[in-house]
């Protein structure tokens, strides 16, 4: 197998490479988008419950008042009977704990935000991570191109010259056959009278042409040999770049740790589904005991509404209400400046990969008119060989013209002696 076809077919398998590393990034981008799918699911989960824990504090807020279990009811003017106390004392008691179990809520809210978040920085890492990738797999492919496209130029040229060593192999026979006919002429005409100074001087003649044609064909051995040598130095630095290229891209790490990453961030998912899953059966239950003991609230709001409330639990609450409403915008400005952060580093990284990518379009610019210059050399040296081929041609035919001029008149001088000899005899 020859350099070229184990250059091909190095190519070849990068190509298939190529391809399967490919197709396993659609993979993780499918992977991706469902995980968006199922963030989006989570997000309206939490909205829903975040809904439902505003409509508890509003509940809690204009119903009844947060007040201890050992306090004592105020006086009122209304007279109610002992079963409406009892019953009283019952919802404030279930809407305490309802109180409680909104608050331990709210913390797991607040728990699963900062996950969710975690988690969307882990995606858009991975975005990311596939964005460089693709990158680094056009730079291998459009080297992939130049390389098959080089390799298809140097068996041209070799092409090309293995042409010109026949031709000028077929010549120097040629040349080779009129010599040998010359130097036999020459002996046979030894004999004869007359006409030995031309054909002396015709053989010196053609003695120096031959050995100027001998040096041509020399000049152009040399030639071919250079051509050999710089195509032989331009294989082994484009198997070396090749080399370089394969080590400093690094596949199949970056592949193991694009699977790892997948991985964690699956096994991520899993655990935030299973912990949703249990807040859902717990807002459930909530929900289920809200609507249990909503008639009874509806009936005695109105009657309830009566009762005086003292001023320090109203201010009590007020000030939590403050405090919570205080928190909630902190949380939110904490958010809206990582969203910020995070806008401004894919602003930068964005203005990244446009300059190298418009780094990447010169190169791709330089390398087409490297091309066309190396293109329009090789027309330049083959119009040069073919002229060098034409004067050659025309040489020997003048040579070939010359020795049958010769030939002719030589040959009719020997019939007439001969003739002449036999009747002296």
Do not use: C
Not at 14 to 34: H, T, Y
Not at 204 to 231: F, G, P, V, W
Not at 242 to 259: A, G
Not at 347 to 354: I, S, W, Y
């Amino acid at each position: 197998m020859t350099t070229s076809e184990e250059l091909l077919q190095e190519i070849s398998e990068k190509k298939e490479r190529f391809n399967s590393v490919n197709n396993e990034i659609q993979g993780v981008i499918n992977e991706i988008k469902n995980l968006n799918i199922e963030i989006s699911e989570i997000q309206n989960d939490i909205t829903n419950f975040t809904n439902a824990n505003r409509l508890f504090e509003s509940i809690e807020v204009t119903s009844i008042s947060a007040r201890s279990l050992n306090e004592t009811p105020p006086e009122i003017p209304v007279v109610l009977n002992d079963e409406h106390i009892e019953i009283i004392t019952k919802k404030k008691s279930n809407i305490r704990q309802l109180k409680h179990t909104t608050q331990e809520i709210a913390q797991e809210q607040q728990v699963l935000e900062t996950q969710l978040f975690d988690t969307l920085m882990g995606v858009s890492n991975a975005n990311n991570t596939v964005i460089q990738l693709k990158a680094d797999l056009r730079t291998h492919e459009q080297h992939s191109n130049y390389l098959q496209s080089k390799m298809a130029w140097l068996n041209d040229q070799l092409n090309e010259r293995n042409n010109e060593v026949r031709i000028i192999n077929q010549t120097k026979r040629e040349a080779e056959q009129a010599l040998a006919a010359l130097k036999d002429r020459f002996i046979s005409n030894t004999t004869l009278s007359g006409g030995r100074l031309d054909l002396e001087k015709t053989i010196i003649s053609l003695q120096n042409q031959y050995n100027s044609l001998m040096e041509t064909i020399d000049s152009l051995k040399n030639h071919m040999d250079e051509d050999t040598r710089l195509r032989q130095e331009s294989k082994e630095a484009a198997n070396r770049q090749t080399t370089e290229q394969n080590s400093s891209v690094n596949w199949m790490n970056e592949r193991q740790q694009l699977r790892e990453d997948l991985q964690k961030l699956n096994q991520e998912i899993s655990e935030k589904k299973s912990k949703v899953q249990s807040l859902e059966k717990t807002v459930t239950k909530k929900v289920a005991a809200f609507e249990k003991f909503a008639p009874l609230i509806k009936k005695w709001s109105n009657k309830l509404n009566t009762v005086e409330i003292p001023s320090e639990s109203v201010a009590q609450l007020n000030e939590k209400i403050s405090q919570a409403k205080a928190q909630n915008d902190e949380a939110r400005k904490q958010s809206h400046e990582k969203m910020t952060n995070l806008l401004m580093e894919n602003a930068k990284l964005e203005k990244e990969v446009n300059r190298k990518r418009i780094a990447l379009n010169r190169i791709v610019e330089q390398f087409h008119t490297d091309e066309f210059a190396m293109k329009k050399d090789n027309e330049e040296q083959k119009a040069q060989y073919e002229l060098e081929e034409k004067k050659l041609l025309d040489q020997i035919n003048e040579v070939k013209i010359k020795i049958a001029q010769k030939s002719i008149p030589q040959a009719k001088k020997a019939k007439q002696s001969s003739p002449k000899g036999e009747k002296a005899k």
